[in-house]
C-alpha cells in the first residue's frame, strides 16, 4: 500500500538523496575529489577508497542492505532506514552510495539481469549497476573487486542493447508492461518507463497560513539554495538538489511540507471552501488534509479518516505545526465504521486519496514494480470500490466526491469510477481540466486528471471530480 511523499527518508533528510552527490566519473573522465578521511564512515584508511571515494567496506555494506532488499520482504525505504538507524555512524555520503546504489539497481534490475545474463547475485547486480548505470572506469574497482570480477565486468562493458526485450528496456515485469502497453504505443511505454526510472526531483507546498510562495522562495534563496516556483501548482517550489531540510527552520514552524507537485493539485479539485464539512476519507499522515486545512483557512470541519492509527499519528505534530485547528483525525475500523455512518449525506466535499498499488510514485519506490503482482492489484481494486462507495454515502446533496490514486493502471483509475457511475446515478462527473482551470492552474488535464512523471514530470497521478445531483435538481 502506498503512502506516496511523506515518508521520512531513509538517509534521515526529508527527502532522500536519491540522485544527489553523483559518484560517477566527472565529464571528461575526471575523477571527482578524494573526501577527507572522517567522511568516509567506517573505511579503514583514505587510502583503501577508490577515486570515487568507496572502499571495500562500503562496497559490502551495499551488497549486503541490496541482498535483504532483494527479497521483497519489507520496502526498500524500510530496510534501508532500518540499516541507517542500526549503523548511525555512517556518513551522509556514504549513506547517500548505499541508498543511490540501491535505488539504482532496483530501477534497472531487469535490464542489470540481462546485461549479466542468468543467475546473478547482488554482489554482480551492484558491481554491473556501477560499471554500466553509474559509468564507472575499470580503474575505479582496482582494489575493490577480485581478477574473475574484473574480467566479468569487462565482459558486460561490451554488452549492447541488442536481443535485449522490450521489458528489459523498459525495466518492468511482463504483467505491468502488458497492462502499460494496452495501446500498443511502444516508444510512449519507453519514455514512460524511462521517466519513472529517474529520481524525482524535491517539491515543497507552502503553507499559506504562515507565509506567501515568493516569502518562501527568497528565504530559501538567502538559505543559499536554488529553488524556482512550480509551474502547475499555485503553492509549489521546486529544488534542483535536496538538502536535508527537517531542520530548516521555515519546516520546523510549519512553513512548509514536503510534497509532490502532482498531489498539491488534488485539492484544488476537492476546493473547499471556508467553513465547510470536509471528509480526507483515506489521510494517511495527512499529505492532503494539511492542504485542505489551510485551503479552509483552518475554519470548519475537516475529518481525517484512516484505518492506520500509526498513520493518523503522524498526522498530529503536522497539523499543529501547520496552525491547523479545524483538522479532526478519526481512527476508522474499516470504511463503514459507525463513525463514518453518523456523517451521511452532511460532507460538502470528500476526498478519497484511495490506497493504490503506487505504481505512480515509482521514482520514489522503484522496488514496487517487483513487489506488486496482479493478484494484489486486484485486492486492490476491490478495496478501492468499496471505499468510494462508502465514502459517497457521506455526500450531501449538491456536494463533491474527489477519487484519486497515484496509480497508472486503468484498472485502479478509470475502471473503479466508471463502476462506480455505473450503480450510482445520483453522481455525475465533472471535468477535472475545468475545475483546475478555473482556478487559473494550468494543466491540460482533460475531463480525468492524469500526471505522469514523463508528461508532467510529477509523480503519476489520477483524479476524477464527481458531484452529487441537489436535491432540486
Ligand atoms: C494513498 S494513502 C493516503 C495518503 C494520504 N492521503 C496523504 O496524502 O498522505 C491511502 C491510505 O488509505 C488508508 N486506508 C486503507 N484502507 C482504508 C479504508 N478502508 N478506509 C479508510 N482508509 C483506508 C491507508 O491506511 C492509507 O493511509
Not at 94 to 117: H, P, Q
Not at 327 to 346: F, S, T
Not at 434 to 447: C, H, K, N, S
Not at 458 to 467: I, K, M, N
Request: hydrophobic share 45%; aromatic share 4%; net charge positive.
Amino acid at each position: 500500500m502506498n503512502t506516496r511523499q511523506t515518508k521520512r527518508q531513509p538517509t534521515g533528510g526529508v527527502r532522500a538523496p536519491r540522485g544527489a552527490g553523483p559518484r560517477r566519473p566527472a565529464a571528461g573522465g575526471r575523477a571527482p575529489e578524494r573526501r577527507p578521511a572522517a567522511a568516509a564512515g567506517g573505511e579503514a584508511a583514505p587510502a583503501a577508497l577508490n577515486p570515487a571515494g568507496v572502499g571495500r567496506a562500503l562496497l559490502t555494506q551495499a551488497v549486503q542492505v541490496l541482498g535483504e532488499v532483494l527479497t521483497f520482504a519489507h520496502p526498500a525505504d524500510a530496510v534501508l532506514s532500518r540499516h541507517f538507524r542500526e549503523n548511525h555512524a555512517l556518513g551522509h555520503r556514504d549513506r547517500g552510495f548505499i541508498a543511490e546504489s540501491v535505488y539504482g539497481v532496483l530501477r534497472r534490475l531487469r535490464w542489470l539481469r540481462a546485461l549479466a545474463g542468468g543467475q546473478t547475485t547482488p554482489r554482480q547486480l551492484l558491481l554491473a549497476w556501477l560499471a554500466r548505470g553509474e559509468g564507472w572506469p575499470q580503474r575505479y574497482f582496482d582494489g575493490l573487486v577480485s581478477v574473475s570480477e574484473r574480467d566479468w565486468l569487462n565482459g558486460l562493458r561490451g554488452h549492447g542493447a541488442e536481443n535485449i526485450s522490450l521489458g528489459e528496456r523498459a525495466d518492468l515485469p511482463d504483467w505491468l508492461l502488458e497492462r502499460l502497453l494496452a495501446d500498443g504505443d511502444e516508444e510512449a511505454l519507453l519514455a514512460l518507463a524511462h521517466s519513472l526510472n529517474r529520481p524525482a526531483p524535491l517539491d515543497l507546498r507552502v503553507n499559506p497560513l504562515k507565509m506567501s510562495r515568493d516569502e518562501l522562495l527568497a528565504r530559501l534563496r538567502a538559505d543559499g539554495l536554488q529553488v524556482e516556483p512550480g509551474v502547475l501548482s499555485p503553492l509549489a517550489v521546486r529544488l534542483n538538489r535536496k538538502p536535508a531540510l527537517q531542520k530548516h527552520p521555515a519546516f520546523v514552524d510549519g512553513s512548509f511540507e514536503v510534497q509532490d507537485q502532482g498531489s498539491q493539485l488534488l485539492a484544488y479539485l476537492v476546493q473547499p471552501r471556508r467553513g465547510e464539512l470536509v471528509v480526507d476519507f483515506c489521510a494517511g499522515a495527512g499529505g492532503k488534509t494539511l492542504h485542505l486545512g489551510a485551503l479552509m483557512r483552518s475554519t470548519g470541519r475537516l475529518y481525517a479518516f484512516d484505518v492506520s492509527e500509526r498513520r493518523l499519528a503522524r498526522l498530529k505534530p503536522r497539523m499543529a505545526r501547520a496552525g491547523l485547528s479545524n483538522v479532526h483525525p478519526v481512527a476508522i475500523a474499516h470504511e463503514n465504521d459507525a463513525r463514518v455512518k453518523r456523517l451521511a449525506g452532511k460532507a460538502d466535499r470528500v476526498l478519497v486519496d484511495a490506497p493504490c498499488s503506487g505504481l505512480g510514485t515509482l521514482r520514489r519506490n522503484p522496488d514496487l514494480k517487483w513487489r506488486q503482482t496482479p493478484e494484489s492489484v486486484a485486492e486492490m481494486t476491490a478495496k478501492q470500490g468499496a471505499i468510494l462507495a462508502a465514502a459517497a454515502r457521506l455526500v450531501r446533496p449538491g456536494g463533491r466526491l474527489v477519487y484519486a490514486t497515484c496509480s497508472l493502471l486503468a484498472e485502479e483509475n478509470d475502471a473503479v469510477v466508471d463502476a462506480f457511475l455505473a450503480a450510482h446515478p445520483e453522481f455525475r462527473e465533472v471535468d477535472a481540466g475545468e475545475v483546475l482551470a478555473r482556478q487559473d492552474i494550468p494543466v491540460a488535464a482533460g475531463a480525468r486528471l492524469r500526471l505522469s512523471p514523463a508528461e508532467q514530470d510529477t509523480d503519476g497521478f489520477f483524479a476524477a471530480v464527481l458531484e452529487r445531483a441537489d436535491a432540486h435538481a
